[in-house]
């Protein structure tokens, strides 16, 4: 599998100079394909190529090619992006202060046991040394092989980003399962009694989402800036809270387990039928594809498999005696049950459902418990 490991470089103070020139001269080359392409509308690579290439040799002679044609590749990309976005709208062309440096196995290598890396710059070949957080120095260890590694420059401080393959990790079944509910009043809860997220979170995007109505009712210039700027805060904050509840939820749970998770288009649908508040609107865009995907990601180097369920009754059904009812559900959180009288936090409830619907679905399937995995994995 593919990982991307962040390392912080620490560049000499002669060595972040040249870094910082190259960085420039890049993002210069970056800006000249940019410009040429958006004007003549080409976002033809090689066509750019052709256009541009000698003139910026002539122009940075010390600037290694590789490096031009890096930033010609992410030129051509973003005039591809630029143009398909203009459709019926206004858009300038792409352009960039500080455009990071792609690398390749032909500009760039890592030398592992020194801990550094080996980068192309204005001044030949710099080894540059670089600091590993916990994390990624495991990674960095297992990595099989490296691919590219982008140099980035934020607030004087240098970054890399690698891309690296590690090991695919083997999934022994534990026979654990545990169900996992995603939901409003709280993001997360799953089987095992366990509560993600915190109240607080709701509050926040209460009062960002009246902080947005206010901006909109105004309608000013500044208005839709600063409305500009608070889509962007909410985004980052939603793509926070989601890497909590993922990485809380892998934790707390055992290698060799299966979480079993609801099929998320359909709970789209399922959220839409339901009639609630604006506010509750607003946060049923709260991506589930991306809070799945980031646990996905983290529960798969974990040796942890998720899967998805069919989502339909998850919520109305009894998981102590199966009665489903559209009724039982008393409120956002509470389920009681009109048959058996049972009663549960209603997210808790739909967790244990939806645990059990996989554990019936493995029953019914034939074979082993890993190959009935392989086989709902590949279902959704
Ligand atoms: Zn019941």
């Given at each position: 599998m593919q990982r991307t490991i962040r390392l912080e470089l620490h560049p000499t103070k002669e060595q972040a100079d040249v870094l910082f020139q190259t960085l420039e001269q890049h993002t210069a080359c970056f800006n000249a394909v940019a410009a040429h392409g958006w004007q003549e509308g080409i976002k033809n690579g090689v066509q750019l190529h052709k256009d541009t290439y000698s003139q910026l040799r002539e122009r940075f002679p010390r600037l290694p090619s590789q490096l031009v044609c890096a930033a010609r590749v992410k030129a051509t990309e973003a005039v591809a992006s630029a143009l398909a976005l203009t459709k019926g709208k206004k858009v300038s062309g792409p352009k960039s202060k500080n455009c990071p440096i792609r690398y390749d196995a032909r500009s760039y290598r890592v030398l592992r046991e020194e801990q550094l890396v080996s980068l192309a710059t204005l001044a030949g070949r710099q080894k540059v040394a670089f600091g590993l957080y916990d994390h990624a120095r495991k990674a960095m260890e297992s990595a099989l092989s490296f691919h590219s590694a982008d140099v980035i420059c934020r607030d004087g401080r240098w970054f890399l980003h690698l891309v690296v393959t590690l090991p695919e990790p083997v999934f022994e079944s534990s026979g654990e399962v545990v169900g996992c509910d995603f939901g409003i009043t709280r993001p997360a809860v799953a089987s095992n009694n366990r509560f993600y997220g915190e109240k607080r979170w709701k509050n926040i995007e209460r009062r960002y989402f009246k902080h947005k109505r206010a901006l909109q009712s105004k309608g000013t210039k500044s208005a839709r800036r600063h409305l500009k700027r608070l889509r962007r805060k909410v985004k980052r904050f939603r793509i926070d809270c989601d890497h909590v509840v993922s990485k809380r939820l892998v934790q707390n749970t055992s290698s060799g387990s299966v979480i079993v998770v609801e099929n998320l288009t359909e709970i789209r649908q399922r959220m839409k039928a339901r009639k609630g508040s604006a506010l509750k609107r607003q946060m049923h865009q709260w991506s589930f594809a991306r809070l799945r995907a980031l646990m996905e990601y983290k529960a798969q180097a974990k040796g942890i498999v998720v899967v998805g369920v069919d989502p339909r009754h998850t919520s109305q059904?009894?998981?102590?005696?199966g009665f489903k009812h559209r009724f039982n559900r008393k409120s956002q959180s509470l389920f009681h049950c009109r048959e058996c009288g049972f009663e549960l936090n209603a997210d808790l409830n739909a967790s244990r459902n939806i645990a059990q619907k996989y554990l019936a679905a493995l029953g019914k399937s034939e074979g082993s418990g890993v190959a009935s995995i392989t086989l709902l994995s590949g279902s959704y």
């Open positions: 059904a009894c998981c102590h005696c």
